[in-house]
Structure formats: structure tokens, C-alpha cells
């Protein structure tokens, strides 16, 4: 088998279609944080400038030919390295640099990735989302290079394999080499993130179509991290980190576990019920869908045939969504009124 197969099974998970919203303190990145003890450092701890470094040489390559080694997994399990049990996993798309990571699978799953091989030795999955630095805390900006493996090993391993719910048909394209995203760091671990879509940003590789507000693209949190309520502190994050901006999104299609999240956050959140919007790209108003708003139509009773049949209740569905009409199209004067006050103010300049 030649050493720089990939994994075919990863390979369709980059093909599939995004996943949205899925549930899965606004802080200074930390990237250039100091390492105390190297000795204890992990990967994400390591000086790191570029990605052809964590690409092992064909020294290595070639001793897998003749030489027998076993990669012992935190469970105290071994696992032979040969051929057959490690592949290539692409970090980005295919409009990015091709920059690749070798990985180590179980004999005949691929699905299941237990290391990745970086600074010439294997690494657990586990290790590799660690960190030793005590200041690595909260959410941190994604910027640098094993910080944007951390990303892609969260979103394609962890979401993508490892912790898969039975089921799920969803999952996370990989991310572009300059998304914008935050990882979540508690207690030494990387234990969630959420990336965001700036507004301007092209919607894909393949149209010159670009966002026309900032939308929330992704949030993960790993299974046993759940229910601690990080996911509405990224919610918090994101909406806290752009105050000037009157309209936020949050790609569509919302999960059900998201808008649980969304509920809660505007319920304390009053004031920005009118401007937090289920989008798709570009994001025209056409594509924009208030959410507190598809909170309360879901909350509508559905096991009451008389409630429903209600005239009074038909009545005061109608008028939130005329009044959420009506507030765009007052929105939208605004703007043209702004224009052309702008275009007379030009005028007499001139």
C-alpha cells in the first residue's frame, strides 16, 4: 500500500455539506504563549511556523518498510504502524494550500483516527488537544499553526469520527486556512470551538458571492463537556465581540439543540432579539429568518386542535410576522432615506 494514500472515508466527510449551528468572555489570543516546561509540552505548546514541518520525512517513510513499531494508546492498547493502518489527512479545501497530516487508524477502520504523527513522533488524539500552558484558557483566536490543526482535528475527527452521534448525517466542511474561529480551552483541553463567517468573506471557492453580515457558522462542544453552558458563552462571545453590528446571523440550518441555545441567550438578552437572524448566504433579507421570532412559532401549542383552530390565535401569528415585515421595510426606508440624504449632502459639497 503507498504510504500517502488518504483516507477514504475522510475524504467524503470534506465532500459532504456544511453543518450549521450544531450544539453540539471575549479574550486576547494567546497563541505565542510561553511554555514553562518543555519537558511536559504537547504539541499545541511546541514552536510551530510553518505545516511542511509537521510532515514526516522520507527518512521515516522508509523505515516503515522494514522496521517494526507499535504506537501504545492511552488505554494501554498497541497498535501496529504499517502501511496499512496510516493515511494522509488533507488540513484544508481544495482552493487552499495542500498541506497534510499523517494519521494512524485502526487495523481495517479507518474511521477511527487514535494518532497523528508531528514533531518526528506519533501523538494521541487525546495529547494533541491538550495543552500545558495554565494561561491557554477560555476562548482563544485561532491563529496559529497547530492551533489550526487543533481546529480541523476537533471538527473532522472528534465531530467527524470519534464522537459521532448514531445517526448523525451531518457534518463540518473543512474550515479555509484563514477562517476565523476561537477554540475553547478548559482545564488543559481544547473542548470546543465555534469559526464565523466575516461579513465581505466569499461564500465559497466556486461564486464571487460574499456575506453580507457576520454569521456564527459553526459551534462544537465534545460530548463530555456538554451541558455546562459553553455553547451560549460562544454564543455570548460571538454577539459581545461585534456591538456595532445592528444584524448578527447564524447559518441555517439551526439545530434543535442550537435554538435551545439561541432561547436561552434572548431570554436574557432582550435587546438583541431583533437583530439575531437564521441566515443563508450572502444573506440577503430574502434569506434572513428572525429567530427569536421561530422560537415562538415553534413554542405554539400542537397537540391542541381547538387552540389552533383559534381565529384569535391565527390573528396574533400573523400580526408577529406582519410587525417583523413591517420592521424591515421601516429598516429599509431608513437606509434609503440615509442614501439619499448622504447623495444631497455629496451634491452640495460638490
Known sequence: MNCTATLQQVAQFHNCNHFKGHWAFKMESNSNLPVRNQVNSYPVDLPCQDY???CPDSEYLSCLESDT???????????????????????????????NL??????????????????????SISDVLKTSSKSRNGLVFVESVMERVILFLLSQIVFGMLERSPGERVYFST????????????????????????????????TAQSYLLPVLDTVFVRSHWR??????????????????ERVLGISYPVSPSMYRVCKKYLEIHHEQREHLYEVEAPG????????????????RPTNSRILEESPNFTQATDKQLTANKGKVRTQRRCVEKKLTGLGHNRSGKK
Open 52 to 54: 511542511d514541518t509537521l
Open 69 to 99: 513499531e507499535s504506537f501504545c494508546l492511552p488505554n494501554g492498547a498497541e497498535v501496529q504502524v504499517t502501511y496499512d493502518n496510516i493515511g494522509q489527512l488533507r488540513l484544508f479545501g481544495e482552493k487552499d494550500p495542500p498541506h
Open 102 to 123: 499523517l494519521a494512524l487508524h485502526l487495523p481495517g477502520d479507518e474511521t477511527q483516527v487514535v494518532a497523528i504523527y508531528m514533531y518526528r513522533k506519533w501523538w
Open 175 to 206: 474550515h479555509p486556512v484563514s477562517e476565523y474561529g476561537k477554540i475553547f480551552w478548559q482545564d488543559g483541553e481544547a473542548v470546543g470551538f465555534y469559526t464565523v463567517k466575516n461579513k465581505g468573506s466569499l461564500c465559497n471557492g466556486y
Open 227 to 244: 451541558r455546562r453552558g459553553l455553547a451560549l458563552q460562544m454564543l455570548q462571545d460571538f454577539c459581545g465581540s461585534l456591538p456595532t
Open 284 to 299: 440577503n433579507w430574502s434569506q434572513r429568518r428572525n429567530v427569536w421570532l421561530n422560537i415562538l412559532l415553534q413554542q
